[in-house]
Nanobody, 125 residues
Framework: QVRLVESGGGSVQAGGSLRLSCAAS????????MAWFRQAPGKEREGAAS????????YYADSVKGRFTISQDAAANTLYLQMNSLKPEDTAMYYC??????????????????WGQGTQVTVSS
């Protein structure tokens, strides 16, 4: 089964940018539908963005639309999340996730089978 390892988290001031990476092994990102989720302290894990591998079709939660961009690099076997105009409410642990494809893009947590260990993003005001 695919193994996912996130990196790129850190601490930034509001308005700043970060790019998260999710390196895949024991599997190819092009064979899975992928997504980014996040979980703030005391809150449920929520979907932020997802991507379909062939069409590149993407889907974003309203809270990140226009600020975050999900993409993937098949050659590098890596999923990315470019985060711009960061806000304090974006502070969370960010996870990448994978599932066998079928249907439209989804950011429903229960649809994903494989998860990374997470990378922390902290945005200060």
């Amino acid at each position: 089964q695919v193994r996912l390892v996130e990196s790129g988290g850190g601490s930034v001031q509001a308005g700043g940018s970060l790019r998260l990476s999710c390196a895949a092994s024991r599997g190819t990102v092009g064979n899975y539908c992928m997504a980014w989720f996040r979980q703030a302290p005391g809150k449920e894990r929520e979907g932020a963005a997802s991507i379909l591998p062939v069409s590149g079709r993407t889907y974003y939660a309203d809270s990140v639309k226009g600020r975050f961009t999900i993409s993937q690099d098949a050659a590098a076997n890596t999923l990315y999340l470019q985060m711009n105009s960061l806000k304090p409410e974006d502070t969370a642990m960010y996870y990448c996730a994978a599932r066998s494809c079928g249907g439209p893009p989804t950011i429903a947590r229960g649809d994903y089978n494989y998860w990374g260990q997470g990378t922390q993003v902290t945005v200060s005001s």
